[in-house]
């Protein structure tokens, strides 16, 4: 069967693979069809608006507008830049906002004290100032112990880092803590020593730029300067509150016979080897000053410091051992033998002193003067440690002579400055050589000192050390001269000692209240050797003879009767103590001294309590003899007689005025003193004419109370006064008790019945004693105030006629009050019947005046007088 015949459309269908489009050029191609379409729609989403700097609001920010918990989290960033530009945003942040400090100052110091040991410098260095300018300033009054916890386990870390640079930062962040908060050094010195022995140990490996090695060094000095027993020689150095702060700061967390003690001591020992080690490296450098730089020089001198007060240590340690025997664990003497004196004695003191082989310039005689100083602190100390053969101890001496009397190589200013720092220290030896006695070095160092002591400057560090070596010498002097005081040694002995107590006035007065240290320092060395000068006759005219120079510094009278008061007044009040001390120990004081002590005592700016020292001291100097009886009284009245009060205290009395109330008690303190003098009546024959004759001149109501008072205290019953005595207190004592009445309102009638409890008995009690033991006086008084009605009676009348009677009727009810008040005293009130007719005569006078047509008097002034007629009428019956 034949197969049927193709389709042709399919045929030919089948014969075309690809069907060919034609394109025109132009156009663009449409995609393949197996693209995948990219293209993505959407809608647009809206959000309620937020914002960064909107949840900062009401937040510290920096200039970059960075919180401090953004710039903390930064500073933990890889890049270094970033870092450093944290702590600065950190650091203006804390100045700008100190609130933000103290609110978060735990946080930021746990955060920044993890880059005490950064790799990079400038970010230790930025937080180094951080720390000093912000942090520590601001928080040193807050929980130091806390901040201290803080910071030190990361700066002993840094400590042991490989890096040098962070090890020698490590140190200056421990001495910023140590700054600021000096009581930490206790709890960690020990790790702190062991540390700066590590660090110097392998100073030959990585140590080779001496900058690095002197930075170490200084704050090893620093370290070994805040040990108690160093305290003596910093406190040379470091007078205001920060060293003060420094010198105390490991004695209140350590006692000396603690077992932290004796390790420190075990630290300083092993320190030793090590310093001495790098104190040979140095020896070439100070055969050749010429290869000497800056910090080579300051590496050697950090070094000698550092042996010199770990020897000082040593001292203090084998002295504390000398005290107590039993104690256990002291550092073995015999150490000293191989690392000091075997180093220090066979290199270092053959050179010594170093003198320049050629012409130095001012700097490198600074230095070098400062170098043979250092050493000679360092040899002095050691020989109280084990004591120098003769001929090195000869070398010192020498050396010790040419620096007193300035022959070292001294050119600039500066020069001068570092020779007195120097010198300073080495003061302290030369009263432990002349306590040796020894002949040769008295005649040599005696004058040496005297030179060096007047040439310092008024409150200078130098003079005040002077003044210490002075008063430490004063023993061995006395000692020396109660042996023996014809022999050459004595005269230059005695001749010191004159020529330092000749110089204490003047310094005194040239101080004045500017340097009250210094002040201090002089008057205490007054005191010692006024106490010396009781033991010694040939110093006692030497000493006798310094109040006529002292008036100036107590107070001086000027022209016209005006007191000018000297520097006593503003010193403090030990400084007064020590002064008035002082008078005790006059063998004589004489009047014009004794004046200028009672003229400053009349100062309003004085304290009582000094006032009362000053009479208290005076006394005791008289009961010994040091002052004549006629002298002493005559203060006594002086000061009763000058002192000035308050003028509002005459209108209301002594209770009204502190001032008031000081006066009263000096006047019972002088009554009391003159009541022990001896022979009352001896007494009263040499005041009673200088007492009339001031109360004569009518001084203030205060002061006639007190010198009538000091008349009472030592007069008797019957009274030992005068019959001229008397006749004059007739008439002002009638003066005085109507002047009392008159300024002083009695109150008793309104409070208490008493006369005793108001104040005008205070000033009428000395009248009546004398009233009491005289009969005559009170006959006179009597009479006197009678005698005053009549004469104003008799006045003649004028236009001003209503202001007269006023007068008149004053001065009558007055002379009443005064009679009232006589009659109330117990004491009077027996004697008054005696009076009668004295009495009697001036209420009859009243009367007349009442009834008198020649004075105008209207109804109501009358009857007044008639009630003062009726008062005295009742005490007559």
Not at 3 to 19: E, H, T
Not at 35 to 59: D, R, W, Y
Not at 325 to 339: A, E, F, K, L, M
Not at 815 to 835: G, R, T, Y
Request: hydrophobic fraction near 40%.
């Amino acid at each position: 069967m034949p197969r049927a015949k193709p389709n042709a459309k399919k045929q030919k269908q089948r014969g075309v693979d690809f069907k060919k489009i034609r394109r025109k050029i132009g156009r663009k191609l449409p995609p393949p069809n197996n693209t995948t379409n990219t293209e993505i729609k959407s809608k647009a989403i809206i959000l309620p608006e937020q914002s960064i700097a909107a949840e900062k609001v009401g937040l510290a920010v920096n200039k970059k507008g960075l919180t401090l918990k953004e710039l903390l989290q930064k500073t933990f960033h890889h890049n270094a830049k970033v870092r450093r530009d944290a702590l600065t945003g950190i650091k203006d942040l804390f100045i700008k906002y100190p609130e933000e400090l103290k609110l978060h100052k735990n946080a930021a110091i746990d955060k920044l004290r993890q880059r005490i040991g950064d790799d990079d410098k400038v970010v230790r260095k930025s937080l180094y100032d951080i720390f000093k300018s912000a942090i520590l300033r601001v928080c040193e009054e807050d929980n130091q112990e806390l901040i201290v916890s803080l910071l030190m386990p990361y700066i002993f870390n840094a400590m042991t880092h490989l890096s040098v640079d962070i090890r020698i930062m490590a140190f200056d962040f421990l001495d910023l803590v140590l700054e600021f908060y000096p009581p930490s050094f206790s709890s960690y010195a020990e790790k702190i020593f062991q540390n700066y022995e590590d660090i110097l140990r392998k100073n030959q490996y990585y140590l080779q730029d001496k900058g690095k090695l002197k930075d170490a060094l200084a704050g090893l000095v620093r370290c070994l300067s805040l040990l108690p027993w160093n305290k003596g020689e910093t406190d040379l150095h470091d007078k205001d509150e920060a060293g003060k702060r420094v010198l105390h700061a490991f004695e209140a967390d350590m006692s000396v016979s603690s077992n932290g003690f004796s390790h420190i001591i075990k630290k300083l020992k092993d320190l030793v080897p090590v310093l001495t080690n790098s104190l040979q490296e140095f020896i070439p450098l100070i055969h050749d000053m010429a290869s000497l730089e800056v910090k080579s020089f300051g590496c050697l001198v950090s070094i000698l410091h550092s042996i010199d007060l770990i020897v000082r240590s040593f001292i203090y340690w084998i002295d504390k051992e000398s005290e107590s025997p039993s104690s256990q664990g002291g550092p073995d003497v015999n150490v000293w033998d191989v690392t000091i004196f075997s180093v220090l004695l066979k290199k270092l003191f053959p050179l010594f002193p170093l003198n320049p082989v050629h012409h130095l310039s001012s700097k490198d005689c600074d230095r070098l003067d400062d170098l043979n100083m250092v050493i000679a602190k360092l040899f002095f100390d050691l020989n109280e440690l084990r004591c120098l053969t003769p001929d090195l101890l000869e070398k010192l001496l020498d050396f010790l002579e040419s620096a007193l009397l300035g022959k070292a190589c001294r050119v600039a200013q500066s020069g001068k400055a570092v020779w007195e720092k120097h010198l300073v220290q080495l003061l302290p030896f030369i009263p432990k050589f002349i306590s040796r006695g020894e002949s040769f070095w008295i005649s040599r160092l005696l004058p040496a000192f005297t030179e060096t002591y007047r040439e310092s400057k008024p409150g200078s560090l130098l003079k005040l050390a002077c003044l210490s070596a002075i008063e430490d010498m004063l023993s061995p002097i006395q000692s020396m001269l109660s042996l023996d005081t014809t022999t050459p040694e004595s005269f230059d002995l005695q001749d010191a000692l004159i020529a330092w107590i000749s110089e204490l006035p003047q310094l005194l007065i040239q101080l004045g209240d500017e340097n009250p240290a210094c002040s201090q320092a002089v008057l205490r060395l007054q005191l010692r050797i006024g106490q010396r000068a009781l033991l010694n006759a040939s110093l006692v005219s030497v000493y006798d003879n310094m109040q006529y120079s002292l008036q100036e510094f107590y107070s001086t009278c000027e022209e016209g009767g005006n007191i000018c008061y000297g520097p006593f007044l503003r010193l403090p009040k030990e400084s007064q103590e020590f002064s008035l001390c002082g008078l005790y120990y006059f063998s004589q004081l004489d009047m014009p001294f004794l004046k200028s002590i009672a003229s400053c005592c009349l100062s309003p700016d004085l304290d009582p309590h000094v006032l009362f020292r000053i009479i208290e001291i005076l006394h005791s100097a008289y009961r010994e003899g040091h002052i004549k009886i006629a002298d002493h009284l005559s203060v006594f009245i002086s000061l009763v007689l000058r002192f000035k009060l308050s003028p509002a205290v005459g209108s209301a009395g002594l209770k009204s005025c502190p001032l008031s109330q000081t006066f009263k008690s000096m006047t019972s303190v002088l009554c009391s003193y003159m009541s022990q003098m001896g022979d009352n009546y001896l007494v009263l024959k040499i005041i009673e004419k200088a007492i009339i004759d001031q109360i004569m001149l009518k001084p203030p109501l205060d002061n006639r109370c007190s010198l009538l008072r000091m008349l009472v205290t030592v007069d008797s019953k019957p009274t030992s006064l005068s019959d001229q005595s008397i006749v004059v207190l007739g008439h002002y004592l009638s003066e005085y008790l109507m002047d009392a009445v008159q300024c002083i309102p009695d109150d008793g009638e309104q409070h208490s019945p008493s006369i005793q409890s108001t104040a005008l008995y205070y000033y009428l009690l000395p009248c009546f004693f004398l009233l009491d033991r005289c009969h005559k006086l009170m006959n006179l008084v009597l009479k006197t105030m009678g005698s005053a009605i009549t004469d104003s009676s008799l006045l003649p009348i004028s236009d001003n006629c209503t202001q007269q009677t006023r007068n008149w009727l004053i001065r009558v009810n007055i002379i009443a009050s005064v009679i009232v008040l006589m009659h109330k005293d117990v004491k009077l009130q027996q004697i008054m019947p005696i009076f009668k007719e004295d009495i009697d005569n001036i209420a009859q006078k009243v009367l007349t005046l009442q009834l008198s047509e020649r004075v105008r008097l209207t109804i109501e002034e009358k009857h007044k007088l008639q009630c003062t007629y009726d008062k005295l009428k009742i005490i007559t019956r």
